[in-house]
Structures are given as C-alpha cells and as structure tokens.
C-alpha cells in the first residue's frame, strides 16, 4: 500500500522560509511525476510543481518561480519542497502526490496523495 507522508507546514511571517517533506512509503517510484498542490480555504486545489522522479526535471507555476525549489532524495524515497520569501498568498493546506500522468499540473491524474500540511504565512 502506497503511502506518502507531508510534514513541515507551520506557521511562518511573511518573508520567511519553510521546508516541506513528503515521504513515500509502499513502493519505488521510478517513472513518476511527484507533484505539490496546495489548496486555499474555499479554493480548488492547484499545481504548485512537480518533479520527475527519474529524469529530474522540475516545473513550477508562475507564482512561485525563484522562490520555491522541489528536490528529491531517491535512497529516502522523499521529495522536498523549500519555501522561500513565503507571502500570505502562499497560506494553504499543501499536499504532495504521485502519479505517471505527463500533465503533471491536473491533480485529478494523480493516483497517490498524501494527508496534506497546513502552512499559513502571516503579514
């Protein structure tokens, strides 16, 4: 059973960094997409960027360009998500999920979520 597990979300002024955590847990991902959405109270869920787990290649919505980084640790099976210069827009319940969909932005071609981080940035 495949699990993956977020940790990290917290509470964070504006300006301030946070690092999320998705550890997975179940299986050896090798041809997906891990992604990280978040959702906003009264909000749909959007993409917030992915990273293919073999090739490596990173993608990122606009809004966060330059100031989040998604990485990978293939022996721990985890995939990172560092905040940087976080705003009070970035204030949301983030999640992390896999899947070998290529339209890795669609967070209903995902297969896998995890239980999701709340992470709230105050101004």
């Known amino acids: 059973q495949v699990q993956l597990v977020e940790s990290g979300g917290g509470l964070v002024q504006a300006g301030g960094s946070l690092r999320l955590s998705c550890a997975a847990s179940?299986?050896?991902?090798?041809?997906?997409?891990m992604g990280w959405f978040r959702q906003a109270p009264g909000k749909e869920r959007t993409f917030v960027t992915a990273?293919?787990?073999?090739?490596?290649?990173?993608y990122y919505t606009d809004s966060v360009k330059g100031r989040f980084t998604i990485s990978k640790d293939n022996a721990k099976n985890t995939v990172y998500l560092q905040m940087n210069s976080l705003k009070p827009e970035d204030t949301a319940v983030y999640y992390c999920a896999a899947g070998r969909d290529y339209r890795y932005t669609l967070p209903n071609l995902y297969e896998y979520w995890g239980q999701g981080t709340q992470v709230t940035v105050s101004s």
């Open positions: 179940g299986r050896t991902f090798s041809s997906e997409f």
């Open positions: 990273i293919h787990w073999s090739g490596g290649s990173t």
